[in-house]
């Protein structure tokens, strides 16, 4: 589970970064937020993304803590 939350947490924080570098209409279609003729990037999308991944990372560290008093 903790290997799932790691490989889940680098590719929302990749997400995150197309969407803060990419316009939404250069962003790939299934991505939620692509539209044509929009030339600006989607920050909002990226910093919910960034979250998400920062949160599943933050997760995993906890989860693969040795126990305490062991």
């Known amino acids: 589970m903790r ?4 490989i889940l ?3 929302f924080v990749a997400i995150a970064v ?3 570098l ?3 209409d250069s962003l790939p279609a299934f991505f939620p937020g692509a539209e044509a003729g929009l030339a600006r990037p989607r920050v909002k999308h990226g ?3 960034a ?5 599943l990372l933050a997760w ?3 989860a ?3 126990p305490r008093g062991a």
């Open 51 to 55: 979250v998400v991944g920062v949160l």
């Open 22 to 24: 990419m316009p939404a």
């Open 47 to 49: 910093i919910a993304s």
């Open 9 to 11: 947490g680098l590719v």
């Open 18 to 20: 197309v969407y803060w």
């Open 64 to 66: 693969g803590r040795a």
């Open 3 to 6: 290997a799932i939350a790691i």
């Open 60 to 62: 995993a560290w906890y």
